[in-house]
């Protein structure tokens, strides 16, 4: 991911010199048969996702390409077995070579026609490969969650819209600092192939995960997301009682959501670009379990679900 907070500034000063409210988001018509929301929060077990980052890192960096990278494929494939798991292979030529980049995709079924797409990287940078960092935060925390969040939508029927959960490959920049051509190599290869098979068409939100697992936990809020599906999230964090934790700060990011939203896919990226004072953590070997928090896990993962839940009524 790469952020822009200077953009910020000149946000706020135009929205006010302007007087620009934030688009309101579109009045919800649930149809006749949907249930009422139920007044329970989403259940999200955020000690086995904290097992799983545990899991994930004790492999160690896992560039693409690398054998710790397959080694964590393997992991993440074999608490969907029994799901329906596409994989999505291809191979990229970057200036350091060929790869292979490898996206997985877990489906679970609804009984409404559209899909919501929940989205994490799993890799660690190319060009930090030889140095001892696992990003725990960045590529672990998010990958865990999911695996947790299949965890709960597995043998449930689902009345809402199909779930698809994405771990998706090479978001890191194969550059340092971040190169827009050499980054995102997974999600812009899915979003094409998905566009052309005409999938696209029916994902109503893609909801992509980065950096969420910090355990001083702000969620800011991406500039560049799709304004009624920010609005969406922080509506299903007060219903949660988590909106504290929520778009404290306003950025611009960009990140794994930015090849849907260039084919005009509603995106929302949650994302705490501030990891430890000034982001001092953010790929560097500091980048370990010990700056994460499991509540942060079931904040976030209980928003997500809670999202879903309010995709599923609109
Ligand atoms: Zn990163």
Same mark, same amino acid.
């Given at each position: ?11 706020? $000063?135009?929205?006010? %010199?302007?007087?620009?409210p934030a688009t309101p988001a579109p009045n919800p018509t649930p149809a006749a048969t949907q249930a009422p929301l139920p007044d329970t929060p989403p259940?999200?077990? %955020? ?10 890192? #004790? ?30 292979? =291809?191979?990229?030529? !970057? ?9 997985? $995709? #877990?489906?679970?079924?609804g009984g409404r026609d559209g899909i919501i797409v929940i !989205? ?23 990958? !865990? ?13 689902r009345e809402g819209y199909s779930v ?12 340092? *600092?971040?190169?827009? *051509? ?19 068409k029916k994902v109503k939100a893609f909801l ?13 809020r991406?500039?560049?997301s799709t304004a009624w599906l920010e609005d969406l999230i922080y509506q299903a964090a007060t219903r949660v009682?988590y909106q504290?934790?929520f778009f ?11 090849? =849907?939203?260039?084919?005009g896919v509603p995106a929302a990226?949650l ?26 896990? #079931?904040?976030?993962?209980t928003v997500t679900l809670e999202t879903v839940r309010l995709l599923d009524q609109k």
């Amino acid at each position: 991911m790469k952020t822009l907070t200077t953009f910020l500034a000149c946000f706020l $000063i135009t929205a006010y %010199a302007h007087g620009a409210p934030a688009t309101p988001a579109p009045n919800p018509t649930p149809a006749a048969t949907q249930a009422p929301l139920p007044d329970t929060p989403p259940t999200f077990n %955020a000690s086995r996702a904290m097992q799983y980052v545990k899991e994930i890192v #004790a492999f160690g960096p896992r560039p693409i390409g690398s054998e710790n990278h397959r080694k964590v494929e393997n992991y993440i494939l074999s608490h969907l077995k029994g799901d329906t798991v596409e994989q999505d292979n =291809f191979e990229i030529t !970057a200036s350091e070579g060929k790869f292979p980049v490898h996206n997985i $995709i #877990a489906k679970f079924p609804g009984g409404r026609d559209g899909i919501i797409v929940i !989205a994490s990287h799993y890799d660690t940078n190319w060009p930090l490969r030889n140095i001892k960092y696992v990003g725990a935060n960045d590529g672990v925390s998010s990958s !865990a969650l999911l695996l947790e969040i299949a965890n709960e939508l597995r043998g449930t029927k689902r009345e809402g819209y199909s779930v698809w959960l994405l771990w998706d490959d090479a978001e890191e920049s194969m550059k340092l *600092p971040w190169n827009d *051509p050499e980054s995102l190599y997974g999600v812009r290869h899915l979003a094409q192939k998905w566009q052309d098979d005409g999938t696209l068409k029916k994902v109503k939100a893609f909801l992509l995960e980065d950096m969420i697992g910090d355990a001083n936990l702000n969620v800011d809020r991406d500039q560049q997301s799709t304004a009624w599906l920010e609005d969406l999230i922080y509506q299903a964090a007060t219903r949660v009682g988590y909106q504290s934790h929520f778009f404290a700060r306003a950025i611009y990011e960009t990140d794994d959501h930015v090849p =849907f939203l260039q084919r005009g896919v509603p995106a929302a990226d949650l994302i705490d670009a501030d990891y430890g004072y000034n982001n001092v953590f953010w790929h560097t070997t500091e980048d370990t379990v010990d700056k994460l928090s499991p509540k942060s896990l #079931a904040i976030v993962g209980t928003v997500t679900l809670e999202t879903v839940r309010l995709l599923d009524q609109k």
